[in-house]
């Protein structure tokens, strides 16, 4: 596909591809599989499902979106749905609006991490809790293929509205910024929002930029960080601007990476873990809600400062409906997702940010000591993505698994989510993907010997 046409006139095709609902947003190819007319249809199923009165609409920066803007906020006023257009946004901005407003619920056109030629929707209701598979995606999609459509006699209200500054607020009332010396910080937005309201506060640092004007063609490839190719240039400037840390967030804006003064990129687990740490030592009784992907660090360090953990799925509408039934201080998802009780249950990639500039400041040590206790006592695999021939694979795989290890007296089996083996020396999860024909393995264990077995073991019983 020439990067270069998007976006470019669809054409008019009424085709439905229902694969594009996902088990949390809708995501697609566009103009194949997302469209204006597409869009139209989903955002008239929103307005029948959840019936509101006024919600938050806004975009991130990919070339498609003012067409699929605007064809999602003429669904919504046509079905008499009033809107609040919050413009160019990253993705908690759109939580934060519908739950600091009052509002009935929110739609962002995004595609988050994905190449340039996909766009989507991630769409919230009331508290900006999350509308997924199991919520009200089923019913939204169900009501598409039965072509609906409806024409009030009273439009909906179009006005706008920046959140901006009242975000950033939000986001500042988390650190005492009078605490944050002048650091020096590489910082990589990869073409999408986060650096534009970084710069809009008065942080006493020196940021050194990598791709901070947003720009929907995403000309270095796929704005997600945790690929490796994605790190090299971030990397390459730590070592040449000896910074204090270097830090960079997805296309999106809502997951925070950060990497050591060295160059050396710390996994998303050894953040959370870290900072689980220091977040619930300032509370008492604090609880943690966290995926079982990895779970010893986060867990121990929670428990080194009196809180409470509690286990969780993988995905964020597990995550957060457990922190709001539990009011659990923070929630932590190993794909690098942090949520906050004092951000209305949501995840923010900004947070995180503010409160390592405080952290590192106070502290004033390397930022590489903060972390090497992480790679030393708690060595992880990685996720190791095995394709599968199908998802009704899954079933049995797991089945073989447990059939394998249920013997040992000295390991314990928990299916929250897939199946976890917790032995005293090592512990894995194993699930099936909510979205590909993959079976998806986390590893960690004491040392790294240990971790290498258990690794290629299970990766031989699941191939057989």
């Given amino acids: 596909m020439n990067r270069k046409s998007l976006p470019r006139k669809s054409k008019k095709n009424t085709a439905f591809d229902s694969t594009i609902f996902l088990a949390y947003d809708i995501r697609g190819i566009y103009p194949e599989q997302i469209n204006p007319e597409i869009v139209y249809k989903i955002a008239q199923a929103y307005a029948k499902f959840l019936n509101p009165k006024t919600i938050a609409l806004g975009r991130d920066v990919r070339l498609s979106g003012p067409e699929l803007l605007a064809a999602v906020k003429q669904g919504l006023l046509d079905h008499g749905v ?87 607020e939000k986001c500042l009332s988390f650190v005492d910024i009078s605490k944050i010396k002048k650091l020096k910080v590489v910082a990589n937005a990869m ?83 870290f900072l689980t740490r220091y977040f619930c030592s300032k509370f008492s009784n604090a609880k943690v809600v966290h995926d079982l992907r990895l779970a010893w660090a986060i867990e121990d360090e929670a428990r080194a400062v009196g809180a409470k953990t509690i286990q969780s799925k993988a995905g964020y509408p597990y995550v957060r409906k457990l922190m709001r039934d539990n009011e659990a201080l923070i929630g932590c998802e190993t794909s690098g997702h942090m949520f906050f009780k004092d951000f209305f249950y949501t995840d923010n990639g900004l947070i995180p940010f503010l409160i390592m500039l405080e952290i590192v400041s106070e502290l004033g040590e390397k930022t590489s000591k903060l972390f090497d206790k992480y790679f030393e006592n708690y060595p992880i695999s990685g996720e190791i993505n095995i394709k599968i021939m199908g998802h009704n694979q899954v079933q049995l ?68």
């Avoid at 900006?128 to 039965?146: C, M």
């Avoid at 995403?218 to 000896?242: D, M, S, V, W, Y």
């Avoid at 249920?406 to 897939?418: A, E, F, H, L």
Wanted: no cysteine; proline share 5%.
């Fill in 191 to 273: 073409f999408g929002l986060a650096l534009q309201n970084i710069k809009k506060i008065n942080l006493p640092i020196e940021l050194i930029l990598l791709n901070d004007i947003p720009d929907g063609h995403f000309p270095k490839g796929q704005p997600n960080p945790l690929l490796p190719e994605q790190q090299i240039e971030i990397i390459e400037t730590i070592k040449a601007t000896r910074p204090d840390f270097g830090v960079a967030w997805d296309g999106d804006g809502d997951r925070f990476f950060i990497f050591d003064e060295k160059g050396r990129f710390i996994p998303p687990y050894y953040v959370l873990a």
């Fill in 397 to 464: 795989i797991l089945e073989r698994l447990e059939q394998h290890f249920v013997q040992n007296s000295d390991i314990s089996v928990n299916k929250i989510d897939g199946i976890s083996f917790e032995h005293p020396k090592w512990r894995a999860n194993i699930r099936g993907s909510n979205t590909e024909p993959f079976v998806r393995m986390n590893v960690e264990a004491k040392t790294q010997e240990i971790l290498k077995q258990k690794t290629e073991e299970l990766l031989e019983l699941i191939r057989k």
């Fill in 82 to 168: 009033d809107v609040i257009d919050i413009g160019v946004v990253s993705t908690e901005m759109l939580y934060f609006a519908v739950a600091d407003l009052g509002l009935d619920g929110g739609i962002t056109i995004s595609a988050s991490h994905n190449v340039m030629e996909y766009n989507g929707l991630k769409i919230t209701r009331e508290n900006a809790l999350p509308i997924s598979v199991n919520s009200g995606l089923e019913d939204i999609k169900r009501i598409v293929l039965d072509n609906y459509n409806y024409n009030s006699d009273v439009k909906g209200m179009e006005t706008s509205k920046d959140i901006t500054k009242d975000y950033l």
